[in-house]
């Protein structure tokens, strides 16, 4: 009963590099996402998948970059840090793809920090 | 566009107490869905319930209670007799049935102080 697991925890970058933030969920879930957390704006969707091979860009793309080459699991890359994506990012999941009929799964949760 | 609007930012009450916390919400589709999630101190997400914009029957939980009304677009969570474990924040959500894939627009979430 893993559901959604996100690696790391916790990451400080320098402005530049690059990393990638993992996602895996067990659950067979078509639809994964990545959203981020900032102080008094809830969460934003940055990049989803409706399956393997498909993605589309959310509401805030910009700076990242994603792909799905399996169902199981859904990387987000940050191929340049800035300071801007110091947040915290959260990977979700649900079995339908559309409709919100589905509830999404969230998992824990990456604090990322950039300096 | 849709829009989910919390505007109490932080609320502060002492156990026992019943508290009501808002949500109104904006969006041009018929079918929607409605969610509430709960963010404890630990970070992770909860997911407490969900309502399609069909059913406008309020819906009890325990000391859970969601208040949903089309005419005025909210869809108001109640805790009744609060603990102090219910301090977290909660974020209220819409999905559109016609919306990209799944996405949940979020209000910016209150923070709930429960003290003992």
């Known amino acids: 009963n893993a559901g959604v697991t996100q690696t790391p925890k916790f990451q400080v970058l320098k402005t530049g590099q690059s990393m990638t933030l993992q996602c895996a969920q067990d659950m067979n879930h078509e639809y994964m996402s990545w959203y981020r957390q900032d102080p008094g704006m809830g969460l934003r969707l940055i990049h989803y998948?409706?399956?393997?091979?498909?993605?589309d860009q959310g509401e805030v793309p910009n700076g990242y970059n994603v792909s799905r080459s399996t169902t199981e699991d859904f990387p987000l890359r940050l191929l340049s840090a800035a300071p801007s994506q110091t947040s915290v990012y959260f990977c979700?999941?649900?079995?339908?793809?559309?409709?919100?009929?589905?509830?999404?799964?969230f998992g824990n949760g990456t604090r990322l920090t950039v300096t | 566009a849709q829009k989910v609007t919390q505007a109490q930012t932080e609320i502060s009450v002492v156990e026992k107490e019943d508290v009501t916390l808002d949500c109104v919400y904006e969006?041009?589709?018929?079918?929607?869905?409605l969610f509430w999630y709960k963010q404890p101190p630990s970070g992770e997400l909860v997911f407490l319930i969900r309502?399609?914009?069909?059913?406008?029957q309020n819906e009890i939980s325990g000391r859970y209670s969601w208040n949903f009304q089309k005419s005025t677009s909210s869809f108001n969570f109640t805790i009744t007799a609060s603990q102090v474990v219910d301090s977290a924040v909660y974020f209220c959500a819409l999905s559109e049935a016609l919306g990209a894939g799944n996405m949940l627009t979020f209000g910016g979430g209150t923070r709930l102080m429960v003290k003992p």
């Open positions: 998948s409706v399956g393997a091979g498909i993605t």
């Open positions: 309502r399609n914009s069909f059913d406008e």
């Open positions: 979700a999941s649900s079995y339908l793809p559309t409709g919100g009929n589905s509830p999404l799964h």
């Open positions: 969006t041009r589709d018929t079918t929607y869905y």
